[in-house]
């Protein structure tokens, strides 16, 4: 009778856990569809990046389009994580931590150059991704410590990112997403060694948690789209010495009005900092410096004020221009981050600007 009972509570604990399945499974297939067409459009989106950051970019958001292709492939049943592709499934995992640790790297130190010491990072994915593949019996053991690896370098960015605690507001949202994945890690990690029965849901569920943060992140692009570059900028700031003992500050600073006011480059959407330092024939970090220092600015704001301050001219004498084309016009690469520039500055949209100019 004892037995019986016992039984029956499994088959009752087996009949939730498959339900759950399927439904987790019907949740990921529309999750992993979204998360494909979203890294598609970020992949085609330019960006004004150094060579080696763009690289970095579009590789993460590949690996990430190919892990959630086989995911897909797997939940559906098309696709078994044997030999061949449990060494790529689990090689692509274990890169994601390494590559947007490296992206984020090269962002935020824009002459930050590619030393070969970089492609240590990749040695530890590598191994365990053999092991993995060559004993099945391993397989889990090298999916969990690539969560791991993948934890450690969220861990090693957001302590990188306290250490710019000039302006610590900035990094809240990074906060949130790297404790988040750092507590997904280890739930794969505890849920590995110590409940194969619950390792089918991980898969589906890794692959919606994957879609959500593919939906942060274009959340992010869409209503934040300076932060990089104010990490960029905080980083700038850090000088132990200054890098313009042998610059004509003034001298510089006249050519750089020049460029702005008679040249007007800011309306190269493609402009940064490297391309406007060479015109200057300046390194990248001294331009930096010297916005920083003799405009009281980062390099970001002080374009994006150039650019808002041009668009100002052209919403009162272009009254027949559209919001959008002046916005265009002035070097901004699109309506939101034309918005977000200008209401920063002005704290109205531009089309309510324009409105009480006009009335005035």
Same mark, same amino acid.
């Given at each position: 009778?004892?037995?019986?009972?016992?039984?029956?509570?499994?088959?009752?604990?087996?009949?939730?856990?498959?339900?759950?399945?399927?439904?987790?499974?019907?949740?990921?297939?529309?999750?992993?569809?979204?998360?494909?067409?979203?890294?598609?459009?970020?992949?085609?989106?330019?960006?004004?990046?150094?060579?080696?950051?763009?690289?970095?970019?579009?590789?993460?958001?590949?690996?990430?389009?190919?892990?959630?292709?086989?995911?897909?492939?797997?939940?559906?049943?098309?696709?078994?994580?044997?030999?061949?592709?449990?060494?790529?499934?689990?090689?692509?995992?274990?890169?994601?931590?390494?590559?947007?640790?490296?992206?984020?790297?090269?962002?935020?130190?824009?002459?930050?150059?590619?030393?070969?010491?970089?492609?240590?990072?990749?040695?530890?994915?590598?191994?365990?991704?053999?092991?993995?593949?060559?004993?099945?019996?391993?397989?889990?053991?090298?999916?969990?410590?690539?969560?791991?690896?993948?934890?450690?370098?969220?861990?090693?960015?957001?302590?990188?990112?306290?250490?710019?605690?000039?302006?610590?507001?900035?990094?809240?949202?990074?906060? $949130?997403?790297?404790? +988040?994945? /750092?507590?997904? !890690?280890?739930?794969?990690?505890?849920?590995?060694?110590?409940? %194969? #029965? *619950?390792?089918?849901?991980?898969?589906?569920?890794?692959?919606?948690?994957?879609?959500?943060?593919?939906?942060?992140?274009?959340?992010?692009?869409?209503?934040?789209?300076?932060?990089?570059?104010?990490?960029?900028?905080?980083?700038?700031?850090?000088?132990?010495?200054?890098?313009?003992?042998?610059?004509?500050?003034?001298?510089?600073?006249?050519?750089?009005?020049?460029?702005?006011?008679?040249?007007? $480059?800011?309306?190269? +959407?493609? /402009?940064?900092? !490297?391309?406007?330092?060479?015109?200057?024939?300046?390194?990248? %970090? #001294? *331009?930096?410096?010297?916005?920083?220092?003799?405009?009281?600015?980062?390099?970001?704001?002080?374009?994006?004020?150039?650019?808002?301050?041009?668009?100002?001219?052209?919403?009162?004498?272009?009254?027949?221009?559209?919001?959008?084309?002046?916005?265009?016009?002035?070097?901004?690469?699109?309506?939101?981050?034309?918005?977000?520039?200008?209401?920063?500055?002005?704290?109205?949209?531009?089309?309510?600007?324009?409105?009480?100019?006009?009335?005035?």
């Amino acid at each position: 009778m004892q037995r019986k009972i016992f039984s029956d509570e499994a088959q009752t604990s087996d009949s939730n856990i498959l339900n759950l399945s399927l439904m987790l499974n019907q949740i990921a297939i529309a999750a992993i569809g979204f998360s494909i067409i979203a890294l598609s459009l970020l992949v085609f989106q330019n960006r004004t990046e150094s060579k080696i950051t763009k690289f970095l970019g579009k590789t993460l958001l590949c690996i990430l389009m190919v892990i959630q292709f086989l995911q897909a492939l797997s939940i559906t049943g098309y696709l078994a994580f044997e030999n061949t592709v449990a060494f790529i499934y689990l090689l692509l995992l274990g890169l994601v931590g390494p590559v947007f640790y490296l992206y984020s790297q090269h962002v935020i130190q824009t002459n930050k150059i590619w030393a070969r010491r970089e492609n240590w990072h990749f040695l530890p994915a590598i191994t365990f991704a053999f092991v993995g593949s060559l004993f099945s019996d391993y397989f889990t053991l090298a999916y969990c410590f690539m969560f791991l690896l993948g934890g450690g370098y969220m861990a090693r960015l957001a302590w990188y990112l306290y250490q710019l605690r000039e302006r610590r507001s900035l990094f809240k949202m990074e906060f $949130v997403l790297t404790a +988040s994945f /750092l507590i997904w !890690a280890i739930a794969v990690v505890f849920v590995g060694v110590f409940s %194969h #029965q *619950l390792m089918d849901l991980l898969i589906p569920t890794q692959a919606i948690m994957l879609a959500l943060a593919i939906a942060a992140a274009v959340h992010i692009q869409l209503n934040y789209p300076h932060l990089l570059s104010s990490l960029e900028d905080i980083a700038s700031r850090q000088y132990q010495t200054s890098t313009l003992l042998n610059v004509d500050n003034e001298s510089v600073k006249h050519q750089l009005e020049q460029l702005m006011s008679t040249t007007k $480059v800011y309306q190269d +959407s493609e /402009l940064s900092l !490297a391309s406007l330092a060479e015109m200057l024939s300046l390194k990248p %970090h #001294q *331009l930096s410096e010297l916005i920083n220092i003799q405009l009281g600015m980062s390099f970001s704001s002080y374009l994006r004020s150039q650019r808002v301050k041009a668009a100002e001219i052209l919403l009162k004498t272009e009254p027949e221009a559209s919001v959008l084309a002046i916005g265009l016009a002035v070097g901004f690469r699109s309506q939101s981050t034309f918005y977000s520039s200008f209401k920063e500055i002005h704290a109205i949209a531009p089309g309510q600007y324009r409105r009480q100019i006009l009335a005035e």
